[in-house]
């Protein structure tokens, strides 16, 4: 995996900004994995502000979210496609029919699951894929213990992350205990990966994620078997990693 360490936020998201870029310039009808949180914000500004001058365009691109909250409808404030709508897809020229985010309230989410893999499937795979990390290692809600080859399903969620999320939720009974999530597996098909930290709240997951071993406990380690996955720290989320890293990634050509 190639590490790049950035100053700052702001030079962490214009890098990620770019990857994105670079794939919808090369292939208009890309496929991009998408991810909520706090980190992938800035690079969402970012995205939105290239389409506003006409430097990116939308019009082609398919999207699919790794995770959705179950329970919650999309119109409520905390829900992923909801989060999702009013930080990037309203504000950029994508068609909302081109855009997936799995379905929480599905009778069957074990159907809707395996419909959401068809359907990555059928658009020809994801391009590139989005991430942040989990001060647990987590990756999307593939929670550390998840089995490294897993597809899309239910995951509970951990107490530790249940706690992260609460700030955005009035009350800690208010949090769901539950998401449908993209799998390790699932996620480590996409030909490009782009994993995000930021602050000094990742600093231990990432040196685990790094510079540690491939093992369930820290989902962010298997990243280290892609092929073509980069991961764009910060510098005080990158203020464990022992290796000496570039600031700069080497440009290499997506895989079409
Ligand atoms: P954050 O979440 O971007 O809000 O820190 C990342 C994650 O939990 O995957």
Same mark, same amino acid.
């Given at each position: 995996?190639?590490?790049?360490?950035?100053?700052?936020?702001?030079?962490?998201?214009?890098?990620?900004?770019?990857?994105?870029?670079?794939?919808?310039?090369?292939?208009?009808?890309?496929?991009?994995?998408?991810?909520?949180?706090?980190?992938?914000?800035?690079?969402?500004?970012?995205?939105?502000?290239?389409?506003?001058?006409?430097?990116?365009?939308?019009?082609?691109?398919?999207?699919?979210?790794?995770?959705?909250?179950?329970?919650?409808?999309?119109?409520?404030?905390?829900?992923?496609?909801?989060?999702?709508?009013?930080?990037?897809?309203?504000?950029?020229?994508?068609?909302?029919?081109?855009?997936?985010?799995?379905?929480?309230?599905?009778?069957?989410?074990?159907?809707?699951?395996?419909?959401?893999?068809?359907?990555?499937?059928?658009?020809?795979?994801?391009?590139?894929?989005?991430?942040?990390?989990?001060?647990?290692?987590?990756?999307?809600?593939?929670?550390?213990?998840?089995?490294?080859?897993?597809?899309?399903?239910?995951?509970?969620?951990?107490?530790?992350?249940?706690?992260?999320?609460?700030?955005?939720?009035?009350?800690?009974?208010?949090?769901?205990?539950?998401?449908?999530?993209?799998?390790?597996? !699932?996620? %480590?098909?996409?030909?490009? &990966?782009?994993?995000?930290?930021?602050? +000094?709240?990742?600093?231990?997951?990432? #040196? =685990? @994620?790094?510079?540690?071993?491939? !093992?369930? %406990?820290?989902?962010?380690? &298997?990243?280290?078997?892609?092929?073509? +996955?980069?991961?764009?720290?910060?510098? #005080? =989320? @990158?203020?464990?990693?022992?290796?000496?890293?570039?600031?700069?990634?080497?440009?290499?050509?997506?895989?079409?």
């Amino acid at each position: 995996m190639e590490v790049i360490v950035k100053e700052d936020y702001d030079q962490l998201s214009r890098l990620a900004a770019e990857e994105i870029a670079d794939v919808i310039k090369r292939k208009p009808q890309a496929v991009i994995g998408l991810a909520t949180g706090s980190t992938p914000l800035g690079t969402y500004k970012e995205l939105i502000r290239l389409c506003r001058e006409k430097r990116l365009d939308f019009g082609r691109v398919v999207t699919f979210n790794l995770d959705e909250y179950v329970g919650l409808p999309p119109t409520h404030d905390q829900s992923y496609r909801y989060f999702m709508n009013e930080n990037l897809f309203n504000h950029i020229n994508i068609r909302k029919e081109n855009t997936h985010v799995p379905d929480g309230l599905a009778d069957d989410l074990a159907a809707g699951c395996r419909d959401y893999e068809e359907q990555i499937r059928k658009s020809g795979g994801i391009d590139l894929q989005l991430l942040g990390i989990g001060g647990n290692g987590h990756i999307a809600f593939n929670e550390p213990g998840s089995s490294l080859g897993s597809r899309t399903r239910v995951k509970t969620l951990t107490e530790k992350t249940r706690k992260d999320n609460a700030r955005f939720f009035k009350s800690m009974d208010e949090v769901p205990q539950y998401a449908v999530t993209m799998g390790i597996g !699932t996620i %480590m098909e996409a030909r490009r &990966i782009v994993l995000l930290a930021s602050g +000094a709240s990742k600093a231990d997951a990432l #040196a =685990a @994620a790094v510079e540690g071993p491939v !093992t369930a %406990m820290c989902p962010a380690s &298997i990243l280290q078997m892609h092929p073509a +996955a980069i991961v764009v720290a910060d510098k #005080a =989320a @990158a203020a464990k990693l022992k290796g000496a890293y570039p600031f700069e990634p080497q440009r290499v050509p997506p895989k079409k």
